[in-house]
């Protein structure tokens, strides 16, 4: 079964510092791709960063970066420069090449960034 | 439309009563999903459409739910004889195609049921 693990369920950080959030995930498959989503207080799930499987080169997005581990089955994100509108919940998600049409999801992690 | 759009937004229902949930996805989208976010949970992978056939259903928690896709847009999530384990919220997306690492998925706000 594939599966991801967030294993903290809320955090919070100081405006214009730097946080990451950790995401676990296990599968059989080798081939794959990540996901973080970030969902605000509307709900309407955004696309944050993406990474391909089979690139070592971690992903990067304006602030916004990943530390994609595959041995180890680890994909962090980290926030720099955190801005009070990151508050929201952040989803690690992956999907397989085997079947895109279905996005396997962690529990999330609660990010309150205070000014 | 400019956006993934979810009705009813609220559904307060007894328990037993069918419910319907609408999607319609952004225009021109072939790929459409339904997730369920149970409180402090994540989302739930329910069922995807490529057009209006559905190749993976493995989500539906049971037969009392079920979707179809019709016309290649408006999509119904019916959940019949409703438990109050039922009570999420309901996630609609669509993408351009299927797959989500080549096509962005957009998301709709849900629709929240509450099962009384």
């Known amino acids: 079964a594939q599966t991801v693990t967030q294993s903290q369920p809320e955090m919070s950080v100081q405006e214009a510092e730097t946080v990451t959030l950790s995401c676990t995930y296990d599968?059989?498959?080798?081939?794959?791709?990540l996901f973080w989503y970030k969902q605000p207080p509307s709900r309407q799930m955004i696309l944050v960063i993406r990474?391909?499987?089979?690139?070592?080169q971690n992903a990067t997005e304006n602030r916004f970066s990943v530390n994609f581990q595959k041995a180890a089955k680890s994909f962090s994100l980290k926030i720099s420069d955190s801005q009070l509108g990151d508050t929201a919940m952040y989803f690690c998600?992956?999907?397989?090449?085997?079947?895109?049409?279905?996005?396997?999801f962690g529990q999330g992690t609660t990010l309150q960034v205070k000014p | 439309g400019a956006g993934v759009s979810q009705s009813p937004s609220n559904k307060v229902t007894e328990k037993g009563k069918d419910v319907e949930l609408r999607c319609d996805p952004i225009?021109?989208?072939?790929?459409l999903y339904w997730y369920r976010q149970s409180l402090g949970q994540g989302l739930e992978f329910l069922i995807y459409?490529?057009?209006?056939?559905?190749?993976?259903k493995s989500g539906l928690p049971s037969d009392r739910f079920s979707a179809e896709r019709t016309g290649g847009s408006v999509s119904t999530l019916t959940i019949q004889r409703t438990q109050q384990e039922d009570s999420a919220v309901y996630l609609c997306?669509?993408?351009?195609?299927?797959?989500?690492?080549?096509?962005?998925?957009?998301f709709g706000e849900g629709s929240w049921l509450t099962v009384v």
């Open positions: 997306a669509s993408s351009l195609v299927q797959g989500a690492f080549g096509n962005t998925i957009y």
């Open positions: 599968t059989s498959e080798s081939n794959y791709y």
């Open positions: 990474q391909e499987a089979y690139k070592q």
């Open positions: 998600a992956f999907i397989l090449t085997s079947n895109t049409g279905k996005l396997i």
């Open positions: 225009s021109g989208h072939t790929a």
């Open positions: 459409f490529q057009g209006n056939s559905a190749p993976d």
